[in-house]
């Protein structure tokens, strides 16, 4: 009934200690007025209840972006009144939420030959474009990021090095408003090293520019580029977009006023938050000329991403593909904002250095985080071999070029239609680039629409040559000629951008729409199929519901479409379920839906189960599920649906499962879900939810699931949730919320089978010590010892269980001691068995695993034989690892 769990493998997904949890500084994001500035409107904007005034957190600004600001909230302050009050507030333009954004000559090097990126095939074809131009040390990408290891070997002659700045002398020596920004800046920290600790950003610099030809580690797709590291995301790889200003407006700073040759920004992070003051910084970029590289996301979705997504002209945005040419399976894809794909799976790159081992320091990674930087460090070379070369330029030859992409999804479904080519046969490199043009429907994103009579649709087509210059089109439909146009004004979003558009109306006649790159047929909605097909095994109005459903979701572009539309038995169509007349489910998870729930849905009167998960429905959530007073159960998962929580869920009285997870939601947890007395399991992790956790919740008594983690909920978890007792899964993680002190609410978690927490919850209790033993081989039959050992600092009393967690069940002679045993099943074949020993000090747990191989008895492996431990433990951590992926893609996370 649940959807699989399984146990958090590393770091803290065990139980860790806390204390009462602490306030967390809450920020809000101003975008003021063209008219308006933050210096000259810092009163009126802390006049606002609530709002910080201490010198310790003042009103935060911008030296280069004067209509943002950031107030902080004073602890216990109503962050919905705050927001409220500021949107009122007279040139004020956007009040958001501070919210995370989280990490998306041939060379002599010795790891080239695995860098299948920079060969040709499906790679970027890098070598031939080493034959025009390996890069130029005067030209700097910046790396927005995780920060970079600039003392890695293969790094540190490219990270580039502040001309202005004398290094340790306390000084602003170039009065730029940062004293000793050497290599760059740390907002995330709030100084000016950016050593990287989490390692996203140092492989994002080695793709772009490891040092090359150099004979050590791997080699870069520019060799010579200069990396400026601005960190601005964590240990973790979170950060706030507040930091992520800071660092564009350091960037835009030295490009402006410091005569830093800056040619583009990387930018391999984003979230599912369309910030007006992140949009704003950007486009401030834009106007100074640096190229802005994003990566597309890592969710397999067409839901926008931010700031890939941003409909700017300096946006590039980038999906990844693997070497034989097919998207990513993780990868975000999209006609009308993804620009182009480039190599991301299996990326070989620069990795976090340990000066005690000199083969380490690399690493290999797949994300749209590692495609963006192809793009990047392409733009550069371009540049070099091309000094004059503007930013409208580089971004004409990134779009016009290029190798066709035979994946159906990236052929159909990005901007371009093409694969990341640097250089290639005639113009279709990005430095082969001189006169070749490319003209590609962005709008509509399908070959076939249906529509209304007269409704009104927005065409758009991308008309651009290599110098980013727009070339005039236009569409034909029935003998006429429909002009498109490239002037800023609404439907056009930017002026000179080589984006056409119009806005058409459809006059309910087939006709159809001829592009330059093919055909859209566009059909009448057929709202009377019902009737006209004669249905009858279900009532007419939840037959056209699913009719609805069709149209509204772009059911011709389904993934399954089987029968629908095509016989008057519903019941027998693709993932609809009927009983005694009625439908009682429909199931179309994962099939590519795109849109919204039509609000006839309604009509579904007898429905129990709803699943739509894992597509790109969009919108608020229609109110119209519910009047679906049958559903037990609403599995909504990894979805674009925004908005609030509807507090009317409550009226579903037999709601069992409620799965909102990995959508856009905003807002608080409503605490009238408290009232779905019959609920089982309450998924709402990875959303954009704040406040607290309403006490209400601890009244669904038969609750056994509930996932709040990825959120900015903050404060201390209501006590009520120890009425719960039914619970076997709970999880916080990436949030600011702690459970409250005391016996009562330990002993409660403990309880629980499946337990993920804040790891930023402080206690001065220290975790036990804990080993589970080496690992063994041993023979069918051989009675098998495992040893543990578990220390504690605190000297408190300590509790053990072994646990099984893999391989063919064995009965363990006991399993709550330090030591215990058991006979080694028969097998025919080699086979692994997985344990796991935990030690509880009563209010925090630690858990070792230990891997033992069975070889069958006529193996001659008998016995226990520590001397293999080597061989098992690296099977075993690449076992968890497996199932730390495994866990990583049910929550749709990714690099």
């Known amino acids: 009934m649940f959807r699989n769990s399984l146990l958090?493998?590393?770091?803290?997904?065990?139980?860790?200690?806390?204390?009462?949890?602490?306030?967390?500084?809450?920020?809000?994001?101003?975008?003021?007025?063209?008219?308006?500035?933050?210096?000259?409107?810092?009163?009126?904007?802390?006049?606002?209840?609530?709002?910080?005034?201490?010198?310790?957190?003042?009103?935060?600004?911008?030296?280069?972006?004067?209509?943002?600001?950031?107030?902080?909230?004073?602890?216990?302050?109503?962050?919905?009144?705050?927001?409220?009050?500021?949107?009122?507030?007279?040139?004020?333009?956007?009040?958001?939420?501070?919210?995370?954004?989280?990490?998306?000559?041939?060379?002599?090097?010795?790891?080239?030959?695995?860098?299948?990126?920079?060969?040709?095939?499906?790679?970027?074809?890098?070598?031939?474009?080493?034959?025009?131009?390996?890069?130029?040390?005067?030209?700097?990408?910046?790396?927005?990021?995780?920060?970079?290891?600039?003392?890695?070997?293969?790094?540190?002659?490219?990270?580039?090095?502040?001309?202005?700045?004398?290094?340790?002398?306390?000084?602003?020596?170039?009065?730029?408003?940062?004293?000793?920004?050497?290599?760059?800046?740390?907002?995330?920290?709030?100084?000016?090293?950016?050593?990287?600790?989490?390692?996203?950003?140092?492989?994002?610099?080695?793709?772009?520019?490891?040092?090359?030809?150099?004979?050590?580690?791997?080699?870069?797709?520019?060799?010579?580029?200069k990396i400026l590291p601005c960190r601005f995301m964590d240990v973790n790889g979170d950060g706030f977009i507040s930091d992520a200003i800071e660092c564009l407006d350091y960037v835009l700073d030295l490009k402006l006023n410091h005569n830093v040759n800056i040619v583009a920004s990387n930018n391999s992070w984003g979230a599912a938050i369309n910030s007006q003051a992140l949009y704003n910084a950007i486009a401030a970029h834009n106007d100074a000329g640096i190229l802005f590289v994003a990566s597309a996301g890592n969710e397999n979705s067409q839901a926008k991403f931010y700031p890939a997504a941003f409909d700017l002209p300096n946006v590039i945005s980038v999906t990844a593909h693997d070497e034989q040419g097919n998207k990513a399976d993780f990868a975000n894809y999209g006609r009308d904002w993804v620009s182009l794909s480039a190599p991301g799976v299996g990326i070989i790159s620069t990795g976090l250095d340990d000066p005690n081992n000199p083969n380490d320091g690399y690493a290999s990674a797949s994300g749209t985080s590692m495609a963006a930087p192809m793009v990047a460090g392409v733009a550069a070379l371009a540049k070099a071999a091309e000094p004059a070369l503007t930013m409208q330029q580089l971004r004409g030859r990134l779009l016009v070029s290029g190798q066709a992409a035979t994946d159906p999804l990236l052929a159909e479904q990005t901007i371009n239609g093409n694969l990341l080519l640097a250089s290639g046969s005639g113009q279709s490199g990005v430095l082969n680039c001189v006169n070749a043009q490319h003209q590609r429907r962005m709008l509509p994103v399908t070959d076939i629409v249906y529509l209304a009579a007269n409704t009104a649709i927005d065409l758009k087509v991308l008309s651009i040559n290599c110098d980013g210059n727009g070339v005039p089109v236009s569409i034909t439909q029935g003998g006429n000629t429909i002009n498109l146009v490239d002037n800023g004004v609404t439907p056009d979003i930017n002026s000179g951008d080589g984006v056409y558009s119009t806005r058409w109306t459809f006059d309910g006649n087939n006709t159809s729409l001829v592009f330059p790159d093919g055909t859209v047929e566009v059909r009448l909605r057929n709202n009377d199929y019902c009737s006209v097909n004669n249905v009858s095994e279900i009532p007419l109005a939840e037959c056209s519901a699913l009719?609805?459903?069709?149209?509204?979701?772009?059911?011709?572009?389904?993934?399954?479409?089987?029968?629908?539309?095509?016989?008057?038995?519903?019941?027998?169509?693709?993932?609809?379920?009927?009983?005694?007349?009625?439908?009682?489910?429909?199931?179309?998870?994962?099939?590519?839906?795109?849109?919204?729930?039509?609000?006839?849905?309604?009509?579904?009167?007898?429905?129990?189960?709803?699943?739509?998960?894992?597509?790109?429905?969009?919108?608020?959530?229609?109110?119209?599920?519910?009047?679906?007073?049958?559903?037990?159960?609403?599995?909504?998962?990894?979805?674009a649906i925004e908005g609030t929580i509807p507090t009317q869920l409550s009226t579903l009285p037999a709601l069992q499962i409620l799965d909102l997870s990995e959508n856009r939601f905003t807002g608080s947890i409503p605490a009238a879900l408290g009232g779905l007395t019959t609920l089982q399991a309450l998924y709402v992790d990875s959303n954009l939810l704040s406040g607290g956790v309403p006490s209400a919740l601890g009244q669904l008594s038969q609750l056994r699931a509930l996932w709040l983690s990825d959120n900015t909920l903050s404060g201390t978890l209501p006590q009520s949730l120890t009425a719960l007792t039914l619970m076997q899964d709970f999880r916080f993680e990436n949030t600011d919320l702690c459970p409250p002190t005391g016996q009562q609410f330990t002993s409660w978690l403990q309880q629980i089978e499946t337990v993920v927490v804040n790891t930023d919850c402080g206690s001065s209790n220290t975790a036990p010590v804990v080993s589970a033993g080496t690992a063994q081989q041993v023979s069918s039959g051989a009675t098998v010892q495992l040893r543990a050992t578990a220390t504690d600092s605190d000297a408190d009393n300590l509790t053990y269980q072994w646990q099984q967690i893999g391989g063919p069940q064995v009965s363990l002679s006991n399993t709550t001691a330090l030591n215990t045993s058991f006979t080694a099943p028969a097998v025919s074949a080699q086979t692994h068995l997985l344990f796991r020993f935990t030690a509880n000090d009563g209010t925090v747990s630690s858990s070792a695993e230990v891997l033992v191989t069975v070889n069958p008895a006529s193996s001659g492996g008998g016995g226990n034989d520590n001397g293999g431990g080597s061989g098992g433990g690296s099977f075993g951590i690449i076992w968890l690892l497996l199932l730390t992926m495994i866990y990583r893609s049910r929550l749709g996370k990714a690099e």
């Open 8 to 225: 958090a493998l590393a770091g803290c997904g065990l139980l860790c200690a806390w204390a009462e949890a602490a306030p967390q500084p809450v920020r809000i994001i101003l975008t003021l007025e063209p008219e308006v500035s933050a210096s000259s409107f810092e009163p009126q904007l802390l006049s606002v209840q609530g709002v910080t005034k201490s010198k310790s957190q003042p009103l935060r600004r911008y030296q280069h972006l004067p209509q943002l600001a950031v107030a902080t909230l004073a602890s216990g302050a109503d962050v919905d009144k705050a927001i409220a009050e500021y949107q009122n507030m007279p040139g004020v333009k956007a009040a958001e939420l501070d919210h995370k954004v989280s990490k998306a000559v041939i060379p002599n090097d010795p790891r080239f030959a695995q860098q299948w990126h920079l060969g040709a095939g499906k790679g970027i074809n890098a070598v031939a474009a080493w034959d025009q131009t390996t890069g130029d040390d005067e030209l700097v990408v910046a790396v927005i990021d995780t920060g970079v290891d600039y003392l890695h070997p293969d790094l540190a002659g490219n990270i580039w090095q502040n001309p202005g700045e004398t290094a340790g002398d306390g000084i602003d020596n170039d009065n730029n408003g940062y004293i000793d920004d050497v290599r760059g800046i740390n907002p995330a920290d709030d100084n000016v090293d950016p050593m990287d600790e989490d390692g996203h950003g140092t492989v994002i610099a080695g793709i772009i520019s490891a040092r090359t030809n150099n004979n050590v580690g791997v080699a870069g797709i520019n060799w010579n580029v």
């Open 547 to 639: 009719v609805d459903l069709y149209y509204d979701t772009a059911g011709q572009n389904w993934v399954n479409r089987t029968n629908w539309l095509q016989n008057n038995t519903p019941c027998n169509w693709y993932g609809v379920s009927c009983s005694a007349g009625h439908v009682v489910s429909v199931t179309l998870d994962d099939n590519r839906l795109v849109g919204t729930i039509p609000s006839s849905i309604a009509s579904l009167t007898e429905l129990q189960q709803l699943d739509l998960s894992f597509n790109t429905l969009q919108g608020s959530l229609q109110l119209a599920l519910t009047q679906l007073t049958k559903l037990q159960s609403l599995i909504l998962w990894h979805n």
